[in-house]
């Protein structure tokens, strides 16, 4: 059964880089079916949705953190990170990894494209960081 | 982005109530909506997918039907485990975002 576990420090300094892995365990993280991502959810609200990755390497963020995100797959460890610069107190969350899959469309508009639409099927339990002045 | 707004905020029901949660996107998403469940403390779980395919292991009484920018989510009747926070979310462009919740209550 797949399990996801993200680890990391549970304080951070503001201005400084919050640092998250999420360790992939009963899968293989190089499964060409699924991508792999954050999302957080600040103390009494919702979710948000950082980015993705898939192993081959492409990325998805969204474009409020973009500039300070960074998203990193390592296949030989079979993990996935995380990196955040520049960190203030909106950024103090639980922050979850999850295993994103579903369908992909490719088709001919000029170039070959592919649509990727994933849902997120299994989570972590999720990791609070606090980020203090 | 596209925005998910989702009504009720909280609902108060009780055991054995037949409850919807309405979830409306900002512009057409098809059918590529999520529906997850959160426990205080816990980490989201799938409920459905493609608006209406129940996740595996998801009992039969959750139901979920729309599509393009309308959608809702059914408790046949209520069981005292489904009280939590359910969010909706779109997958049809990035960046994926969720509904702001509904908190069902007893």
């Known amino acids: 059964q797949l399990q996801l576990q993200e680890s990391g420090p549970g304080l951070v300094k503001a201005s400084e880089t919050l640092s998250l892995t999420c360790a992939v365990s009963g899968g293989s993280i190089g499964d060409d079916n699924y991508s792999w991502g954050w999302i957080r959810q600040p103390p009494g609200r919702g979710l948000e949705w950082i980015g993705s990755?898939?192993?081959?390497?492409?990325?998805n963020n969204n474009p409020s953190l973009t500039s300070r995100v960074t998203i990193s797959v390592d296949t030989s460890k079979n993990q996935f990170s995380l990196g955040l610069t520049s960190v203030t107190a909106a950024d103090t969350a639980v922050y979850y990894c999850?295993?994103?899959?579903?369908?992909?469309?490719?088709?001919?508009?000029?170039?070959?494209?592919?649509?990727?639409?994933?849902?997120?099927?299994?989570w972590g339990k999720g990791t609070t960081v606090t980020v203090s002045s | 982005d596209i925005q998910m707004t989702q009504s009720p905020s909280s609902l108060s029901a009780s055991v054995g109530d037949r409850v919807t949660v309405t979830c409306r996107a900002s512009?057409?998403?098809?059918?590529?909506l999520a529906w997850y469940q959160q426990k205080a403390g816990k980490a989201p779980k799938l409920l459905i997918y493609?608006?209406?395919t129940l996740e595996s292991g998801v009992p039969s009484r959750f139901s979920g039907g729309g599509s393009g920018t309308e959608f809702t989510l059914t408790i046949s009747s209520l069981q005292p485990d489904d009280f939590a926070t359910y969010y909706c979310q779109q997958y049809n462009s990035y960046p994926y975002t969720f509904g702001q919740g509904t908190k069902l209550e007893i």
């Open positions: 512009q057409s998403i098809s059918y590529w």
């Open positions: 999850a295993r994103h899959f579903g369908t992909s469309y490719g088709f001919w508009s000029g170039s070959y494209t592919v649509n990727y639409y994933y849902y997120l099927d299994v």
């Open positions: 493609k608006a209406s």
């Open positions: 990755i898939h192993y081959g390497g492409n990325t």
